[in-house]
């Protein structure tokens, strides 16, 4: 048995049989389009296609496990259990403008092991399959249909880091764009990224119109490496020249996420030192007030003032570069990346941090 959103495989299994290459066509327009999950009620298919699409592939490997509200009705968490028992997560927020945002996760757990991140507490238990970023997109769609609603934006910034899964990340944001499929612009498509300097370089080659988020979260080495240790393998100086590389080749903004941690990153000196790095440069900081998940996370972090948030965005302004604070949704339901997941699992908070980190990255990019 095979998904079927592997075309190539679909494709493979029709012709084989018989069967011409439109039906293919026929299939990608009621999935896609339709949001048909039932071969019975595909029509357009003839009975024996429908048969032989029943006998060999599979619609959805994830299980909802849960599926939670949040009260204000904005954000809908899903934790999924993949066909292994592992556990993912996908958030639906759902903007006050009309726009759509979903969340997805393309690793169960993450390697990275960010001392302010959820899912970094978990590490790396595996790549998810291209399939498995497209189940969570077409759950959410098929949810949202009944509101008449659809997904807008997609943002990997969910469990994992995606330049890691570089793979079946590109093959899902393939299907996402694709006209006949998905049918998403690739602007609204946002990658995030820990800052992994090979897959910023190659996103830059294959979709230049995706946008790229870099949870950049510090402002010098020092001050990072305290709470992300992919600082020692890709420094700030190596990150930014790749940066730069990325934004001559697309001329696309780059979002600098950072997170706001009371005494951790929100030093007064930092706010200038930000606006020196991201000075000259073609950026947008998203200042993100940490969110402690009910004293889950275990590092004793506490949320920083609006006040310093606010002088922080004030030192960014009087320097000319524009910056947002994120707006927090799902509080209430622990909405934060790997929050439920962590809790599902019931993982020691202090093991192993990052130790396989560098091994890791290096091993996905030998030179």
């Given at each position: 048995?095979?998904?079927?959103?592997?075309?190539?495989?679909?494709?493979e299994?029709?012709?084989?049989?018989?069967?011409?290459?439109f039906?293919?066509?026929?299939?990608?327009?009621?999935?896609y389009?339709?949001l048909?999950?039932?071969?019975?009620?595909?029509?357009?298919?003839?009975?024996?296609?429908?048969e032989?699409?029943k006998?060999?592939?599979?619609?959805?490997?994830?299980?909802?496990?849960?599926?939670?509200?949040?009260?204000?009705?904005?954000?809908?968490?899903f934790?999924?259990k993949?066909?292994?028992?592992?556990?993912?997560?996908?958030?639906?927020m759902?903007?006050?403008?009309?726009?759509?945002?979903?969340?997805?996760?393309?690793?169960?757990?993450?390697?990275?092991?960010?001392?302010?991140c959820?899912?970094?507490?978990?590490?790396?238990?595996?790549?998810?399959?291209?399939?498995?970023?497209?189940?969570?997109?077409?759950?959410a769609?098929?949810?949202?249909?009944?509101?008449?609603?659809?997904?807008?934006n997609?943002?990997?910034?969910?469990?994992?880091?995606?330049?890691?899964?570089?793979?079946?990340?590109?093959?899902?944001i393939?299907?996402?764009s694709?006209?006949?499929?998905i049918d998403?612009?690739?602007?609204r498509?946002?990658?995030?990224?820990?800052?992994?300097?090979?897959?910023?370089?190659?996103?830059a080659?294959?979709?230049?119109?995706?946008?790229?988020?870099?949870?950049?979260?510090?402002?010098?080495?020092?001050?990072?490496?305290?709470?992300?240790?992919?600082?020692?393998?890709?420094?700030?100086?190596?990150?930014?020249?790749?940066?730069?590389?990325?934004?001559?080749?697309?001329?696309?903004?780059?979002?600098y996420?950072?997170?706001?941690?009371?005494?951790?990153?929100?030093?007064?000196?930092?706010?200038?030192?930000?606006?020196?790095?991201?000075?000259?440069?073609?950026?947008?900081?998203?200042?993100?007030?940490?969110?402690?998940?009910?004293?889950?996370?275990g590092?004793?972090?506490?949320p920083?003032s609006?006040?310093?948030?606010?002088?922080?965005?004030?030192?960014?302004?009087?320097?000319?570069?524009?910056?947002?604070?994120?707006?927090?949704?799902?509080?209430?339901?622990?909405?934060?990346?790997?929050?439920?997941?962590?809790?599902e699992?019931?993982?020691?908070l202090?093991?192993?941090?990052?130790?396989?980190?560098?091994?890791?990255?290096?091993?996905?990019?030998?030179?």
């Amino acid at each position: 048995m095979f998904s079927i959103h592997d075309e190539k495989k679909i494709i493979e299994l029709l012709e084989a049989n018989g069967h011409k290459k439109f039906r293919y066509g026929q299939l990608e327009n009621a999935l896609y389009k339709n949001l048909i999950a039932d071969f019975e009620k595909m029509d357009t298919l003839p009975k024996e296609v429908r048969e032989l699409l029943k006998e060999n592939t599979f619609f959805q490997s994830l299980r909802i496990h849960s599926e939670i509200t949040s009260d204000d009705g904005q954000t809908t968490k899903f934790l999924f259990k993949t066909h292994d028992d592992k556990m993912i997560e996908a958030v639906i927020m759902r903007h006050k403008s009309g726009r759509n945002t979903l969340c997805v996760s393309c690793q169960a757990g993450c390697p990275m092991a960010c001392s302010f991140c959820a899912t970094g507490k978990l590490g790396l238990i595996r790549n998810l399959e291209f399939y498995e970023i497209i189940e969570q997109i077409m759950i959410a769609n098929i949810l949202l249909a009944k509101e008449d609603k659809k997904i807008r934006n997609i943002v990997y910034m969910g469990m994992g880091e995606p330049f890691l899964n570089i793979p079946n990340v590109f093959e899902s944001i393939r299907i996402a764009s694709g006209q006949k499929k998905i049918d998403l612009s690739s602007r609204r498509i946002t990658i995030s990224s820990c800052g992994i300097v090979p897959g910023i370089l190659q996103l830059a080659d294959a979709y230049p119109q995706v946008s790229l988020a870099i949870s950049l979260h510090a402002p010098n080495d020092e001050a990072r490496k305290r709470i992300m240790p992919v600082e020692n393998t890709y420094p700030i100086d190596k990150l930014m020249e790749a940066l730069d590389i990325y934004t001559e080749k697309t001329n696309k903004r780059i979002f600098y996420e950072y997170i706001m941690i009371a005494w951790v990153t929100d030093r007064p000196e930092f706010a200038h030192e930000l606006a020196d790095l991201m000075k000259w440069r073609l950026a947008h900081v998203n200042f993100i007030p940490y969110n402690p998940g009910e004293g889950i996370m275990g590092n004793g972090f506490q949320p920083t003032s609006k006040i310093m948030i606010q002088k922080f965005q004030t030192t960014l302004e009087k320097a000319g570069i524009p910056s947002t604070v994120r707006h927090t949704m799902g509080d209430d339901i622990d909405a934060a990346c790997g929050q439920l997941a962590l809790k599902e699992e019931g993982k020691s908070l202090a093991e192993e941090e990052g130790k396989s980190l560098k091994k890791l990255v290096e091993g996905h990019w030998k030179k």
